[in-house]
């Protein structure tokens, strides 16, 4: 099994920073796509950005593009979102997931393709 704690949010004024972290713990080797996605009250689940472990590729939501950055510490096993230039638009629950027993991902911003998801921290963005 695969445990994933995200950490890193907080509150933060429009046009600032932040960096979340998601550990993972247990069997990872069957891990091929991680990502992130966030909830808002009052809105479905989004993908915002997603990273191929074994492959330099990532992916992003339009809405996020040239302001987020995905990315994985292989030493400590930890993906982490560095998130820029924040918007209050940006406020919401992130959480970070990953797809495990080597499942082909077709669509790695689709809530679908993970198996294992993390607790959420939220990150709220003011004006």
């Known amino acids: 099994q695969v445990q994933l704690v995200e950490s890193g949010g907080g509150s933060v004024q429009a046009g600032g920073s932040l960096r979340l972290s998601c550990t993972t713990f247990?069997?990872?080797?069957?891990?091929?796509?991680m990502a992130w996605f966030r909830q808002a009250p009052g809105k479905e689940r989004e993908g915002v950005a997603a990273i191929n472990i074994r492959h330099p590729w990532t992916t992003y939501a339009d809405s996020v593009k040239g302001r987020f950055t995905i990315s994985r510490d292989n030493t400590k096993v930890t993906m982490y979102v560095q998130m820029n230039s924040l918007k209050p638009e940006d406020t919401a629950m992130y959480y970070c997931?990953?797809?495990?027993?080597?499942?082909?991902?077709?669509?790695?911003?689709?809530?679908?393709?993970?198996?294992?998801w993390g607790q959420g921290t939220q990150v709220t963005v003011s004006s």
């Open positions: 247990g069997y990872t080797d069957s891990i091929t796509h």
């Open positions: 997931a990953a797809n495990g027993d080597f499942s082909v991902v077709y669509n790695a911003l689709k809530e679908g393709e993970y198996r294992y």
